[in-house]
């Protein structure tokens, strides 16, 4: 059955550094999400990808937060200077359809900013 | 404003008692969608359940079942002779539908922890 993937499982960094988390959505799903969950607490939505850019964000998704489709398959988010409120569990989904369709969400990526 | 609630943060049970768990949603969409999914302790996200609003009937899987009332907006997750599996902590959701434009980020309750003891 397809799944999303993503990579690493855990990521350690300091403060100040950039990071780059790897997803590889499902491969004929068309939308693309990013959300995050703090420990203990909801998952929030990030931020919404469609035909090569971003559909829809949320105020978390600031200006030291950006995506990209650099090829066919993956999917990712990069956080520029990580602080240590960045902290989380990051999951990226994915849809075929929009509105319609369901999220399928990949295993998370754990970060954490020393 | 869109938003989920779900009032009961922990509960606990003893392996075979049928549990619910409650989620109570807002929208001024007339068009949505509610999801459930639930996360063990490994962390991932597994999808449960989706339903559209304008599908009231209710639908069982197994040992699952999900009410959903639109006179009280709330979509209700019931458990029957739960397991030792199926501690986790289980999400309900809310997608709109047509209203501003959204491309249909989910918007999440705090969740219920669910531990089913032996």
């Known amino acids: 059955e397809p799944e999303v993937t993503q990579t690493p499982s855990h990521q350690v960094t300091q403060m100040g550094q950039e990071v780059i988390l790897r997803c590889v959505p499902i491969s004929n799903h068309l939308y693309f999400y990013w959300y995050r969950q703090i420990l203990g607490q909801k998952v929030e939505f990030l931020v919404s990808f469609y035909n090569n850019e971003i559909s829809e964000k949320s105020e978390i998704f600031d200006d030291q937060f950006s995506v990209e489709r650099p090829d066919g398959s993956n999917f990712t988010l990069k956080i520029r200077s990580t602080k240590l409120e960045d902290s989380a569990m990051y999951f990226c989904?994915?849809?075929?359809?929009?509105?319609?369709?369901?999220?399928?969400f990949g295993p998370g990526t754990r970060l954490l900013v020393l | 404003a869109q938003k989920v609630t779900q009032a009961q943060t922990e509960i606990s049970v003893v392996e075979k008692e049928d549990v619910t768990l409650d989620c109570v949603y807002e929208?001024?969409?007339?068009?949505?969608?509610l999801f459930w999914y639930k996360q063990p302790p490994s962390g991932e996200l597994v999808f449960l359940i989706r339903?559209?609003?304008?599908?009231?009937q209710n639908e069982i899987s197994g040992r699952y079942s999900w009410n959903f009332q639109k006179s009280t907006s709330s979509f209700n997750f019931t458990i029957t002779a739960s397991q030792v599996v199926d501690s986790a902590v289980y999400f309900c959701a809310l997608r709109g539908g047509d209203y501003g434009g959204s491309q249909g980020n989910l918007i999440f309750g705090k969740g219920t922890k669910l531990s089913v003891k032996p």
């Open positions: 929208t001024r969409d007339t068009t949505y969608y």
């Open positions: 339903r559209n609003s304008f599908d009231e």
């Open positions: 989904a994915s849809s075929e359809g929009g509105q319609r369709g369901t999220q399928y």
